[in-house]
């Protein structure tokens, strides 16, 4: 059972002045931060400083990568290899344990850098892990069937997914057998289900879970809109709240279909649900024009900005999406808005927020600024992991 990859390391030299923020977390270097020389993707690097004389850390290295090197040690021993990785695990899964009991059952086990694993994720579902890996260094590091073995050695999981990064393709079992199809689970006492095979990112979305709890606690005899539902986690945690009816509209139909499914799993009145299969855009428009309104509406699109390019289009496009939801939020209403963009930041959100009400003539109070649950940890030196952004505003 082999869980990283094997292989002599090799060295590489600093070439700025980095010792400091390497040491206090910053666990990417980009390729003018050090010296490149040959070596396999996946292969294991350990760093010096600018002389040479002094190492500083060890990381997974790939020369053709624009994040060469992803650091994962700063103290002796440097070696990455399978007794290192062991106590990574052991470390994410106590945490885990600490923060969850059997009312959630749906949690991130290992956030990446986060936990000291750059490029490694794992999602848990019930007794169903979710393995994905970000980047050729990490997928030729990691053997995830040495680590789905030992995960359902030492831990209560009875199956592992590996999820590649190709487009369109499905899920590889690697170690037992799938329960039945999509899996279900608990976040909170409320039941949901995730397509772990073939559905997004791992099969639902987790970060967003103590910000449903948050809608859920505010929900009651309220109409509520949701928007780019996905499959109705917000539409769930209102309905459970005691909101009196509740909207969910997604440009996808299985989408929508999901969202009632998971309505009816949580014993909700089918009378306080309609699912609307329509671009929110389109339906923000239509809505408003028709002046309509609800008490609570929660916005939470899929990323508008992939990269930096796309940063300026994507402040564009949340504003104007703000515009339409303020539009629709009855007076002395709530307006939760979200950006999972990482080329989008808290201050940067808020300030487009804040414009964008500022042209519909509305005066908002920020209730909540909430980023990522426990189980989704980040470096302290790395603000740009924290991607999330939720903003909870009352309107006047």
């Not at 990455?80 to 923060?99: K, M, T, V």
């Not at 999820?163 to 006492?189: A, C, I, K």
């Not at 920020?366 to 990522?372: E, G, K, V």
Request: glycine share 8%; charged share 25%; hydrophobic share 40%.
């Amino acid at each position: 059972m082999q869980l990283v990859r094997e292989g002599k390391a090799v060295g590489v030299r600093l070439r700025k002045e980095l010792t400091r923020a390497i040491k206090r977390g910053h666990v990417w270097l980009y390729s003018d931060a050090i010296d490149l020389v040959p070596a396999a993707s996946g292969s294991v690097a350990v760093l010096s400083d600018r002389r040479g004389d002094k190492r500083l850390a060890s990381g997974i290295y790939d020369p053709q990568h624009a994040i060469p090197l992803r650091v994962c040690r700063t103290h002796p021993p440097f070696a990455l290899d399978d007794n290192w990785l062991i106590g990574q695990l052991q470390a994410a899964i106590a945490l885990r344990r600490r923060a969850f009991d059997g009312r959630t059952t749906g949690y991130r086990l290992v956030a990446g850098e986060g936990d000291g694993l750059p490029g490694l994720i794992i999602d848990v579902y019930d007794r169903t892990a979710v393995l994905k890996l970000d980047g050729g260094a990490p997928e030729a590091f990691y053997q995830p069937p040495g680590i789905a073995e030992w995960l359902c050695q030492h831990t209560p999981l009875a199956s592992v997914v590996l999820r590649t990064r190709q487009r369109g393709r499905g899920g590889e079992l690697l170690v037992g057998e799938l329960p039945e199809l999509p899996v279900g689970f608990l976040e909170n006492g409320l039941r949901f289900t995730a397509d772990v095979m073939q559905g997004q990112k791992t099969g639902f979305f987790l970060d967003q879970r103590d910000n449903r709890a948050l809608v859920q606690r505010l929900s009651r005899d309220c109409r509520v809109l949701n928007l780019f539902s996905f499959n109705g986690g917000f539409s769930v945690a209102a309905g459970c709240g005691g909101a009196a009816h509740v909207t969910s509209v997604d440009i996808a139909g299985p989408a929508i279909e999901a969202a009632q499914q998971h309505w009816s799993m949580n014993d909700l009145p089918d009378q306080a649900h309609v699912g609307v299969v329509a671009d929110c855009f389109d339906f923000l428009e239509s809505a408003g024009n028709d002046k309509q309104a609800w008490d609570i509406v929660v916005c939470d699109p899929p990323s508008f900005a992939p990269n930096e390019k796309s940063r300026d289009k994507a402040i564009a496009a949340y504003g104007r999406l703000a515009q339409l939801s303020a539009k629709v939020t009855r007076p002395a209403g709530l307006l939760a808005l979200a950006s999972c963009s990482s080329h989008v930041d808290a201050q940067d959100f808020r300030e487009l927020n804040a414009e964008a009400f500022g042209r519909t003539r509305r005066c908002a109070t920020l209730l909540a600024d909430c980023s990522l649950p426990i189980d989704h940890p980040t470096p302290l030196a790395m603000p740009e992991l924290r991607y999330l952004k939720f903003q909870l505003f009352r309107l006047d």
